[in-house]
């Protein structure tokens, strides 16, 4: 199975940003959907996300909540090349940025670092923490582009994060099923 450890958006939280997403980007994600990875672990047998998760929840324990703060939504990513390896290839996906506050920071590098000891490869390209809001087949105008840099300075979307998920997806970056990680920081 594909999976991915990320952090949960909260449901009003996420119907705000979704409320940002311009006409004819492309097509929305699902509210329940929305989500900020952490890691992509890809194909991994059962059993191994078994022993991750035991792992993951002893490393986890002393975790404190975090804040995120995130942009309204652009083209992302910000120089317009679709991430290398992403199913909408030559397409364009539209996203929330998050300030990659210290606390998301080292929570990210609290994570890698046992999945580095089991053998995952770590993403070459630096992380660049994200919510993915709509997936277009067509590359976005620049229009669009402009018309979300219109959102007046401060226009963010704030939210406490209090669980940690391990996704599993299908093709298309759907989530079948989750299983918390750590359900309460």
């Not at 004819?24 to 022993?51: I, K, N, S, Y």
């Not at 979300?148 to 669980?163: L, Q, R």
Request: charged fraction near 25%.
């Amino acid at each position: 199975m594909r999976c991915f450890i990320g952090l949960p958006v909260p449901e009003e939280a996420g119907r705000a940003l979704l409320r940002g997403v311009p006409e004819g980007v492309g097509r929305q994600l699902p509210l329940a959907d929305l989500h900020l990875t952490l890691a992509f672990l890809g194909e991994r047998e059962l059993c191994w996300t078994q022993a991750l998760c035991r792992q993951l929840e002893a490393i986890l324990t002393g975790v404190q909540p975090l804040s995120l703060k995130l942009t309204r939504g652009g083209p992302f990513p910000p120089n317009g090349s679709p991430p290398k390896g992403s199913p909408s290839r030559g397409g364009q996906l539209w996203a929330a940025r998050a300030l990659p506050s210290p606390a998301l920071m080292a929570l990210h590098e609290r994570i890698w670092r046992p999945l580095e000891d089991l053998g995952v490869a770590r993403d070459e390209r630096a992380f660049q923490p994200h919510v993915t809001l709509a997936r277009g087949r067509h590359r976005l105008t620049a229009k669009m582009a402009n018309e979300s840099e219109k959102s007046p300075p401060g226009d963010h979307i704030e939210f406490d994060v209090h669980e940690i998920v391990l996704y599993e997806s299908r093709q298309g970056y759907r989530p079948r099923w989750r299983q918390s990680l750590k359900s309460r920081l």
